[in-house]
């Protein structure tokens, strides 16, 4: 493999992490599935592996829809393992509110942050990249 099909791997797999939380953000449960492998396995903190591309579009679908959430991923390292596999570690903070709070010139008041990671699994598939695993986990929170 060459440099720039590196270079063409890792924006793709970039752009598939940032496309998966503007969709969660954005309130967009099928997109986010999309998202992930038919197969995938999706772990998030405190709760059971979600299994399966439906089994997590059907999580997400039941998301409160005053739930707010803007999701910030930096600092994203990507190790090529072959042409069809990429592991990836993104640090991640997730603000979250109400869309029911008063909107103001400064936003909506924020009730939590939360600081913590993706770790994922990314394969090339006839659909494209797609996340087949992803565990995520806090490490700091604003009280």
Known sequence: MNSLEELQIKLACSELIIRAVSCADKHDARGFADCFALDASLSRPGGQPIVGREAIF??????????LTRHLI???LLDIVSAQQVKAVSYAMVVAGSNNDE???KGRKASSCQIGEF?????LSNEGWKIQ???ASFTLYLP
């Open 74 to 76: 930096t600092n994203t």
């Open 133 to 135: 695993t992803r565990d």
């Open 119 to 123: 770790h994922d699994t990314l394969v």
């Open 58 to 67: 059907a999580t997400y679908a039941q998301r409160p829809a005053e739930r």
């Open 103 to 105: 909107l103001t010139p």
